[in-house]
T-cell receptor, first 114, second 119 residues
Framework: AQSVTQLGSHVSVSEGALVLLRCNYSSSVPPYLFWYVQYPNQGLQLLLKYTSAATLVKGINGFEAEFKKSETSFHLTKPSAHMSDAAEYFCAVIELQGAQKLVFGQGTRLTINP | DTGVSQNPRHKITKRGQNVTFRCDPI?????LYWYRQTLGQGPEFLTYFQNEAQLEKSRLLSDRFSAERPKGSFSTLEIQRTEQGDSAMYLC?????????????????FGAGSRLTVL
């Protein structure tokens, strides 16, 4: 079964600094990986997805993620943090059988310091 | 289309009462998912419909939980005899994927969720 692990339940960066949110996956087959963002009292919004095409995936709001098979990682980055990036971020992998449902990590809360 | 709509957004109830949540997916989407999210955790899968057929249920979905999608459009999630442990955000998502398992195309669109508080 596929799964993801997010390292760090809480990350705090200064405005303008690099954002790095870590996600490692476990899968016996090539995975399909996603990053979602959740703002307070809202649902989840898709940031980007990896579907075995380019290993560097660009998403919305200036975020990108790089798929590294050798490290089983799919870390999310943004060169310069903005106050509006403060939110909860979830990494997810899709199960390839049955419901093809998303399996989420436990989330990382990103705080931006002025 | 305004996306996935969930109602009510908030529900406070006393232990032992029944509650029902409704989800209206994006109109052309044939797949509908229910997830539960507790504080500080990622969403956990509850159940899945393809059109009106409920095809998969998680072990998290106890006998007190029932979900329906009678006409393959909106769905309801009912919780009977609520317990304090049922307090959570209940998220609905829909998608239109219908192909073979190159499942990267199965992009789920989520609603804003229904928050349940059981006193």
């Amino acid at each position: 079964a596929q799964s993801v692990t997010q390292l760090g339940s809480h990350v705090s960066v200064s405005e303008g600094a690099l954002v790095l949110l870590r996600c490692n996956y476990s899968s016996s087959v090539p995975p399909y990986l996603f990053w979602y963002v959740q703002y307070p009292n809202q649902g989840l919004q898709l940031l980007l997805k990896y579907t075995s095409a380019a290993t560097l995936v660009k998403g919305i709001n200036g975020f990108e993620a790089e798929f590294k098979k050798s490290e089983t990682s799919f870390h999310l980055t943004k060169p310069s943090a903005h106050m509006s990036d403060a939110a909860e971020y979830f990494c997810a992998v899709i199960e390839l059988q049955g419901a093809q449902k998303l399996v989420f990590g436990q989330g990382t809360r990103l705080t931006i310091n002025p | 289309d305004t996306g996935v709509s969930q109602n009510p957004r908030h529900k406070i109830t006393k232990r032992g009462q029944n509650v029902t949540f409704r989800c209206d997916p994006i109109s052309e989407h044939n797949r509908l998912y229910w997830y539960r999210q507790t504080l500080g955790q990622g969403p956990e899968f509850l159940t899945y419909f393809q059109n009106e057929a409920q095809l998969e249920k998680s072990r998290l979905l106890s006998d007190r939980f029932s979900a329906e999608r009678p006409k393959g459009s909106f769905s309801t999630l009912e919780i009977q005899r609520t317990e304090q442990g049922d307090s959570a955000m209940y998220l609905c998502a829909s998608s239109s994927y219908g192909g073979a398992p190159s499942a990267g195309a199965n992009v789920l669109t989520f609603g804003a969720g229904s928050r349940l508080t059981v006193l």
